[in-house]
């Protein structure tokens, strides 16, 4: 495909017709108000594969504006492939700014992380989800899960738990770790690291979740309870490091493991790129300071 | 059995002939030749070259062009005439650390050593229809620049993902079976069931790229999921070695394209067992990383019973997997349905004729009334 | 149908079965059944195979709608739910707090891709059980009562033997204390000996927890062992009930004397 940075002829504003982002406001509305619920929605064929992004892009797409700032990350990053990828899809198709910097975008689309730095009431959070149903795992049947959402049954989901404890001692789910929203529905936080899972519960920002390939939007709206599920005598915990970041010495954050050759170095450094660098404009030095060349 | 109608031969004929018509299409257009074919369409050289079982880039072109484009088709075409050649002897196995890279992608760690190497790729295009392309006269990117990029991808060690893992004891070690001396191979002997999992890699590796696709996908839907991280997706050429038996040490005699894909899957482990990643494989002649996933994902699946894990799924169930993946004998098989059941069709037909005439004299209406 | 006052409510059924018919497409499934289970009670169904025994079983279990009938059952506060006129959310909840049932293929009632000690937690977890030490004593004790190794918890179902997997199973049901269980052949696929000690475990867990149990059966002689009461049912109809030994040792019906001397004979 050839590049023009000229923007796209013939097609719409975020190149969604206007009729279908209505239906998926519609949806985004309806999730709003059910929260944790699994909204079925029109899901489009996108010119991105599915399971690339395309519920994340088909939401971004029905609510960004004109006067808009994106911000699009993927593992924590603004620099990842798929990231730089759906970044310029949205500033070739709908000409908006895009930043990389977490406090300047309106609009954060995301895949597998959440920013480090907390989220403001006027910013949105758009996640990227591959598969909606948490309840998939223990019930393959769409048919069975939907009733077991209407009638609460989730034994199964400890069910699951109890079954890591008994084989490993632990939890031994790390991402996409289940939570329960507002004390009602059971819902995947999409892979995010369980790190991230406390920051959902009483965030400031709405939190948007699209499954283009499974055809579900659902929504956390601003202060609302979140909690991970868990045991009385097995409490929710989050990862914990041994190191810091190599670049930025942040304690505080999720950390990538970076491997530097064959004979097992290995350095940390944070995911979220932005908040690293912020950090080191800071001043904030970690074990190994320089900036580590770009992969090829 | 089957009843040939009469002037059967006569209406082949005929159709063969209207179908070399078919198959040149409007012959105002340039007719498309092998080397276009190879050039233009290598992706699909590719595929029929895996499924066929025979890497040949220009037996593989001409297949295409003789099935009209008609894949499935190609790759019989091409199995047909493999299984035609003499075997003249047994390559060395290859390597594929020693593979010369065009593309080396990890998602499980953000930065290799060696890095990531995108490549090329259609991973990060717009699926966006490039109407230029229809234009005559097609613009190619400068040798120049070819070559900067390729010089960019010009390797440092790419050592494997996965070894790195191993290295640390996270993974499963891998046993290349060696020393157990007789590696079964399909393409001679009848597939057995149950197969062991050389069997079973050697199936996947020509087995139909859709059906592959749809059971992997039916994995990460929940149908026998095995929790999949890609760990590492390799493009690039590698050397093929044999070993004269008057010479005793291994020569070249060329080289190959594959796509090699290591899945790291789901742990394993219990109270008394350290938890390990364990595996799954997969590989394809040529750039195929779909096919390359999909075998790696479905090879993770029929290894279920080594893992314990309990069979609940049509993607762990190797029978009906194993059974099924060969393109070449589903398609037999299916399209076989129109060949003549004259025979059959009419037994069946007498059967049905008579049990409804049976119940017509016994007027047995109470319970067709019921029915209505 | 509300709520009565409790005094002598062991003197009311548990389960009243009022004329239930069930059609599948215009053949008989079975046939206006009607009768009443008392708490503590055990009533064996017993019939050739095809006689509708397992379909009635179904509808008696809330998972087959039946064509015609209804089914009353009591819960612990004397509430008394017809069972398909309630809400599907209602059904179920009594499904997993009051009811339990033991499919003849433990397989089926299993979950096969979790632990012996997961399979048997599932229903408390269900209620809302959250503290895993508490769920697993509460497994292994189970796993005592049913006989099966303590070691074996965190083992899968699918490495144990047909016998222990229906012990498992009946564990997995009993563990959040039913009020009345459906058994389905229970000891159907085992071996003699393997019966024999499944059958001795029901007797006991039975008494001493008090259970009412329908159980369905093709062999008399588990019917006698374990029920008190018998129903003998025919091309969908129940030909003959009564007393257990009242039935088996004095048939009155042509068919029930058929299937009494056939197994004398046998």
């Known amino acids: ?296 | ?372 | 149908m509300q709520h009565e006052s409790i005094s002598l409510s062991d003197h009311k059924p548990l389960l009243s079965v009022n004329d239930i018919s069930h059609y599948y497409g215009n053949s008989i499934g079975c046939r206006n059944v009607s009768f009443d289970l008392y708490p503590g009670e055990v009533l064996g169904i017993v019939g050739e195979s095809g006689s509708g025994k397992s379909t009635l079983l179904k509808c008696l279990s809330a998972s087959l709608a039946p064509s015609t009938g209804s089914i009353l059952y009591r819960d612990r506060t004397d509430a008394v739910h017809d069972i398909y006129a309630v809400s599907e959310a209602k059904r179920r909840m009594l499904a997993r707090t009051d009811w339990g049932i033991v499919e003849q293929n433990p397989r089926d009632g299993l979950r096969l891709n979790v632990s012996a000690g997961a399979n048997i937690g599932e229903r408390l977890m269900a209620v809302g059980a959250r503290h895993y030490g508490d769920i697993r004593h509460e497994a292994l004790g189970w796993l005592g009562k049913v006989e099966i190794d303590l070691n074996r918890v965190d083992d899968f179902p699918a490495t144990f033997s047909g016998g222990m997997q229906q012990r498992l199973q009946i564990a997995r049901n009993l563990v959040n204390k039913p009020r009345l269980i459906f058994m389905d052949e229970p000891t159907g696929g085992l071996d003699v000996s393997v019966q024999a000690r499944l059958l001795d475990l029901l007797r006991r867990l039975v008494s001493e927890l008090n259970l009412s149990v329908i159980i369905v059966t093709h062999d008399l002689a588990v019917a006698r062992l374990l029920s008190h009461r018998l129903m003998v049912m025919q091309r969908g109809e129940v030909v003959e009930s009564g007393l257990t030994d009242q039935v088996l040792d004095d048939p009155h019906h042509p068919y029930t004397q058929l299937l009494v001397s056939s197994v004398l004979v046998a």
């Not at chain 1, 960004?64 to 899809?89: C, E, P």
């Not at chain 1, 009431?121 to 223990?138: A, C, G, K, S």
């Not at chain 2, 001409?62 to 050649?85: H, N, P």
């Open chain 1, 1 to 296: 495909m050839r590049m023009n940075d000229s923007g796209l002829d013939g097609y719409n504003f975020a190149y969604l017709d206007e009729q279908t982002k209505r239906m998926i406001r519609r949806a985004i509305l309806k999730a709003i108000a059910i929260p944790g619920y699994q909204v079925p929605f029109g899901s489009r064929e996108m010119p991105l594969p599915y399971g690339w992004g395309t519920g994340g892009i088909q939401i971004t797409a029905a609510v960004l504006g004109t006067d808009d700032t994106l911000k699009v990350i993927d593992q924590g990053s603004d620099d990842t492939t798929n990231a730089v990828n759906i970044r310029r899809f949205f500033s070739r198709t709908a000409g908006v700014a895009t930043t990389t910097k977490t406090t300047e975008a309106s609009v954060i689309q995301t895949r597998h992380r959440i920013p480090e730095k907390k989220l403001r009431e006027d910013q949105v959070l758009i996640y990227q989800v591959p598969i909606p149903e948490p309840l998939r795992f223990m019930e393959p049947r769409e048919i069975e899960t939907r009733k077991m959402h209407a009638l609460q049954e989730y034994g199964v989901m400890h069910v699951k738990l109890y079954e890591d404890i008994a084989r490993f001692g632990h939890i031994a789910t790390t991402y996409n770790y289940p939570v329960r929203v507002n004390d009602r529905y059971v819902m995947a936080p999409s892979p995010i690291p369980k790190f991230d899972n406390p920051k959902m519960n009483d965030m400031p920002a709405l939190q948007l979740f699209g499954a283009g390939r499974e055809k579900r939007i659902y929504a956390i709206p601003p202060y609302t309870k979140v909690s991970s599920l868990d045991f009385d005598d097995h409490p929710f915990e989050v990862q914990k490091w041994d190191e810091t970041c190599a670049l930025c010495g942040a304690s505080d954050s999720f950390l990538d493991e970076i491997v530097l050759n064959d004979t097992g170095d290995r350095m940390f450094v944070c995911s979220d790129s932005d908040y690293c660098e912020e950090r080191r404009e800071l001043g904030y030095k970690g074990t190994q300071p320089e900036e580590q060349g770009d992969a090829a």
């Open chain 2, 1 to 372: 059995m089957y009843v040939a109608v009469k002037g059967g031969e006569e209406a082949i004929e005929n159709s063969q002939r209207l179908l070399e018509q078919k198959r040149r299409g409007d012959t105002a257009v340039d007719e498309l030749s092998i080397e276009q074919i190879k050039e233009q369409m290598s992706l699909a050289v590719d595929r029929v070259m895996t499924e066929g079982s025979l890497y040949n880039r220009d037996l593989a072109a001409l297949a295409i062009k003789q099935a009209q484009g008609d894949l499935v088709e190609a790759i019989f075409l091409l199995r047909a005439y493999r299984t035609t050649l003499p075997r003249l002897g047994v390559s060395e196995p290859i390597n594929t650390n020693s593979m010369c890279i065009q593309r080396r992608i990890s998602s499980t760690f953000k930065d290799i050593p060696g890095g990531q190497v995108l490549g090329a790729t259609y991973d990060y295009t717009h699926r966006l229809l490039d109407f230029s392309l229809m234009a005559e006269g097609d613009e190619p990117v400068s040798t120049d620049e070819l070559k900067q990029m390729e010089s960019a991808a010009d390797t440092p060690r790419m050592p494997r993902v996965v070894d790195l893992l191993n290295a640390e004891g996270l993974i499963e070690t891998e046993s290349d079976g060696a020393g157990t001396g007789n590696i079964p191979d399909l393409t001679r002997e009848p597939l057995t069931l149950p197969a062991d999992r050389q069997l079973r890699l050697q199936a996947l590796a020509r087995a139909d790229e859709g059906f592959l696709l749809a059971l992997g996908y039916s994995t990460q839907r929940g149908y026998g999921n095995n929790h999949p991280f890609a760990g590492e997706i390799r493009h690039g050429t590698l050397n093929i070695e044999i070993t004269p038996p008057e010479l005793g040490f291994p020569i070249v005699i060329g080289e190959i394209e594959i796509t090699e894909c290591e899945m790291i899957n789901q742990f394993t482990g219990s109270k008394k067992k350290p938890p390990q990643f364990t595996r799954g494989y997969g590989i394809a002649f040529g750039h195929s990383e779909r096919k390359a996933m999909s075998m790696a994902l479905i090879d993770r699946a029929l290894r279920c019973a080594e893992f314990g894990e309990t069979v609940v799924s049509p993607a762990q169930d190797q029978e009906f997997v194993l059974s099924h993946t060969d393109n070449v004998e589903a398609s037999g098989f299916v399209q076989h349905l129109k060949l003549p059941h004259y025979v059959d069709f009419q037994s069946e037909l007498e059967l049905v004729r008579r049990l409804r005439k049976e119940r017509g004299d016994n007027k047995q209406s109470g319970i067709d009334e019921k029915c209505a």
